[in-house]
């Protein structure tokens, strides 16, 4: 028996393609297009539809954000009755909207319980109920000892980014005003639509992040069943500097021969290198698929 978690559409899904990023990341050698194809949709379009089908219909943005009311709504009031009998349905609700409000962030317990004002035993609980109902997605932290994986804090994304920006009652307007609101949904974005990706690829790697004592990070890993790892980092600006590498470059140290490459997506309109393994991507060929793409070598 085989049991599929079935994720809201990815991008490649709605512009019919099949996306083959991961297994092109994983590849010894890969050849990126020299520019993406334009993109009628828009980044931010992408981000503000999600993938929800009945939200990625071209019908006005009120249409949108009522259903996605009511989608939460139907969610917290019946499905999450349906698994437990519990008290706290008018909790549920503010958590929802305070870790919209920290998404692609370490997930502190102890903050949260305060901020609600509710136990950690309950907002544990609470929080296995909203990944139970496939709102919330957990990321645990990478490390090279596989028991310090358990211990050290997860981050948290929401399933959709449609859905995270109503949560956050934003719109494309604020969003290309804020940069680092933008910066928050583009995370949560890229880390969604690979999650997704692994599911279909060859290497079906599991999906990590990485933070080292010192501050350095990266904001998704990608480790496939032989300890390979790509790494990659998410990046709101048009422009792309040595700097945006730190994390990267830390991760490539530790992980020696088992680090195949290292990507930072951007808003820009061209690949470019970045030194031995290290390629700054534009955003579209997440999921914009290559032609001539190369087999992956396991």
């Keep these: 028996m085989e049991v599929l978690t079935l994720w809201p559409l990815s991008q490649g899904e709605i512009d019919g393609v099949e996306e083959d990023l991961i297994d092109r990341l994983f590849a010894d050698e890969t050849k990126w297009p020299a520019r993406p194809r334009d993109d009628p949709r828009g980044l931010v379009g992408r981000l503000l539809h999600g993938g929800y089908p009945e939200a990625i219909q071209p019908e006005a943005e009120d249409r949108r954000r009522a259903w996605f009311g009511a989608y939460i709504t139907t969610i917290l009031q019946r499905d999450v009755r349906e698994i437990a009998n519990i008290e706290g349905l008018t909790d549920l609700p503010r958590l929802l909207a305070l870790l919209a409000g920290r998404t692609c962030s370490l997930l502190n317990f102890a903050d949260l319980s305060r901020s609600l004002m509710i136990p950690q035993t309950t907002l544990k609980r609470y929080m296995t109920l909203l990944e139970a109902t496939f709102l919330v997605q957990p990321l645990p932290a990478w ?61 079906q790697p599991r999906l990590f992040h990485f933070r080292t004592q010192t501050g350095q990070e990266v904001d998704i890993i990608l480790e496939n069943a ?56 534009p955003m579209a060929y997440l999921w914009q698929r290559a032609s001539g793409s190369k087999a992956v070598r396991r």
Aim: hydrophobic content about 45%; some cysteine; overall charge positive.
């Design 226 to 281: 032989a300890g390979k790892l790509v790494g990659i980092e998410v990046k709101s600006s048009a422009q792309i500097t040595g700097d945006d590498f730190k994390g990267l470059r830390a991760l490539q140290e530790l992980a020696g021969r088992r680090f195949v490459q290292g990507v930072v997506f951007y808003t820009g309109a061209e690949p470019v290198p970045f030194g031995p393994r290290l390629w700054a991507l």
């Design 143 to 203: 490390s090279t000892h596989l028991g310090k994986r358990l211990v050290k804090a997860p981050k948290l994304a929401l399933n959709d980014t449609g859905l995270l920006a109503y949560l956050l009652g934003v719109d494309e307007t604020r969003l290309k005003q804020d940069r680092s609101l933008l910066g928050g949904l583009l995370e949560n974005f890229v880390r969604m639509e690979l999650c997704k990706q692994a599911t279909w690829s060859v290497v």
